[in-house]
């Protein structure tokens, strides 16, 4: 896939020169006809075993009337002209279309966006595709839901998952957890007087917020508007901005790579999540995803995200929850089912304890179990690659889609019509 580079239609970011063969425009004949055959013959296995049950025909279809059909084969698919073989027709742009086979927007984010239409079919088998065809497109790994892969240490034997380090523990060890597992949980990296600080910043910042003002994300809880998501903490707090340089947090961000930088002025900034008891709508309570899930993956991944706990988290005051092992791999999002097959990991954390994940490890944010709880608060700072820095700019990013239906309020895909 050649070209050069292209201004997009992307909500608030932009493709520079940077990468101009990477990301340039794809000749959709071309692509069909001559280079994903030839992907395929070198790809071998495509689907998982449960996929290759489920997926169905998906034809793409442009604006201009040109499609072409993917037609399940076994664990690959073949080509087909025209859409007259597929039972699933999603129609959208040659712009749209080359954003989707580069990963700038998963078909989640296109369809935030309206930029596609299910002509026939269900946006389900895109959905389903979309992993498969991240295989196809780009060689990734497929991270298998339905064989989960036992997890051992240096010795053969079986990894303790639950281990958790500080930040006195030798670096390379706690690197090594990181980059095995997907993510680590560091104990006692801020103390007492700065988790009260960071509070009452955030507490400040809560009252400032409104449902409208695009940086800030609500639920319904009785009746009533409650904030459940803040971002770009840090342009109202300088404590918080000043974190991202702390020589803490840079240690932890080392242990991720070593040309890793805190993305304050972008992609949301330094952002607090509260876990609000009774939340109804909205995205207070997060199902199976990756933080890439809206698109990106090439150009922020290896994304680190770093939660600094606030209050401490348990299954009564809700949790973060983790699937060893997911980061080395795309698949589909896994439902409670699928996900119990795995050791899922949940972090149990005291206030000052700091939690951090690869963006591309499968995490689930649940809801409280007691409906009395308070609203448990994390704040977030995220460290990007540089690459991050060239393509998407200052006050921009790849959740703003979340933004474009409504009335600015952030709504589960699920309540799309």
Request: aromatic fraction near 8%; include cysteine.
């Given at each position: 896939?050649?070209g050069?580079a292209r201004?997009?239609d992307?909500?608030?970011c ?5 990468d101009?063969e990477?990301?340039g ?14 992907l395929?013959?070198?790809?071998g296995?495509?689907f998982?075993?449960?996929d290759?049950e489920?997926?169905?025909?998906l ?5 201009d009337?040109?499609a072409?059909?993917?037609?399940p084969?076994?664990k690959?698919f073949i080509?087909?002209?025209?859409t007259?073989?597929a039972q699933?027709v999603?129609e959208?742009s040659?712009d749209s279309?080359?954003?989707?086979v580069?990963?700038?927007k998963t078909?989640f ?5 309206d ?10 088998q895109m959905a389903?595709w979309?992993?498969?065809?991240r295989v196809a ?5 497929l991270?298998?839901l339905?064989?989960p892969?036992?997890m051992?240490d ?5 990894l303790?998952?639950?281990k958790?380090y ?5 670096a390379s060890?706690?690197?090594?957890f990181?980059?095995q ?11 007492a ?25 609500w ?8 904030c ?6 840090n342009?109202?707090s300088?404590?918080i901005?000043?974190?991202g340089d702390?020589s803490?947090f840079?240690?932890i ?7 890793l930088?805190d993305a304050?002025?972008r992609?949301d900034g330094?952002s607090?999540v509260i876990k609000v008891?009774?939340?109804a709508g909205g995205l207070?309570?997060l199902p199976?995803?990756?933080?890439c899930?809206?698109?990106g993956h090439?150009?922020?991944c290896p994304?680190l995200?770093?939660g600094?706990?606030?209050h401490?988290a348990t299954a009564?005051t809700g949790?973060?929850?983790m699937?060893?092992g997911?980061?080395?791999?795309t698949?589909?999002l896994?439902?409670?089912r699928?996900a119990?097959?795995h050791?899922?990991v949940a972090l ?7 939690t951090?994940?690869?963006?591309h490890?499968l995490?689930a944010a ?14 977030y700072l995220?460290f990007?690659?540089p690459?991050?820095f060239?393509?998407?700019?200052p006050?921009?990013g790849?959740?703003?889609?979340l933004?474009?239906r409504?009335?600015g309020?952030?709504?589960h ?5």
């Amino acid at each position: 896939m050649t070209g050069v580079a292209r201004a997009t239609d992307h909500p608030r970011c932009y493709i520079s020169a940077v990468d101009q063969e990477r990301f340039g425009p794809i000749d959709f004949d071309g692509f069909h006809q001559e280079e994903l055959p030839a992907l395929l013959r070198k790809r071998g296995a495509i689907f998982s075993d449960t996929d290759a049950e489920v997926v169905r025909p998906l034809g793409f279809q442009l604006s201009d009337g040109r499609a072409y059909t993917y037609v399940p084969e076994g664990k690959s698919f073949i080509l087909r002209p025209g859409t007259g073989a597929a039972q699933t027709v999603v129609e959208l742009s040659l712009d749209s279309w080359c954003d989707f086979v580069w990963e700038l927007k998963t078909c989640f984010a296109l369809l935030y966006a309206d930029q596609l239409t299910v002509r026939a079919g269900s946006f389900a088998q895109m959905a389903r595709w979309e992993p498969p065809l991240r295989v196809a497109f780009s060689n990734q790994a497929l991270f298998d839901l339905d064989h989960p892969a036992r997890m051992e240490d240096e010795g053969g034997r079986e990894l303790d998952l639950t281990k958790s380090y500080t930040l006195n523990d030798p670096a390379s060890e706690t690197r090594r957890f990181l980059h095995q597992v997907g993510f680590v949980h560091l104990r006692a990296v801020l103390n007492a007087a700065e988790i009260e600080a960071l509070n009452s910043d955030v507490s400040e910042a809560l009252g400032r917020a409104r449902p409208d003002d695009r940086r800030s994300w609500w639920t319904t809880v009785d009746g009533r508007e409650v904030c459940n998501r803040v971002n770009y903490l840090n342009d109202g707090s300088p404590r918080i901005a000043a974190l991202g340089d702390d020589s803490r947090f840079l240690a932890i961000a080392a242990l991720g790579g070593a040309d890793l930088r805190d993305a304050h002025d972008r992609l949301d900034g330094n952002s607090v999540v509260i876990k609000v008891p009774g939340s109804a709508g909205g995205l207070a309570d997060l199902p199976w995803h990756r933080d890439c899930g809206m698109g990106g993956h090439p150009v922020k991944c290896p994304l680190l995200n770093v939660g600094i706990q606030l209050h401490a988290a348990t299954a009564d005051t809700g949790q973060l929850q983790m699937i060893p092992g997911s980061h080395g791999g795309t698949s589909r999002l896994p439902s409670a089912r699928e996900a119990e097959k795995h050791p899922v990991v949940a972090l149990t954390t005291e206030p000052g304890d700091v939690t951090v994940h690869f963006g591309h490890t499968l995490h689930a944010a649940p809801p409280p179990h007691d409906p009395n709880a308070r609203g448990r608060r994390a704040l977030y700072l995220s460290f990007v690659p540089p690459l991050t820095f060239e393509m998407v700019g200052p006050g921009q990013g790849y959740n703003d889609v979340l933004f474009t239906r409504n009335d600015g309020r952030v709504q589960h895909v699920d309540q799309f019509g």
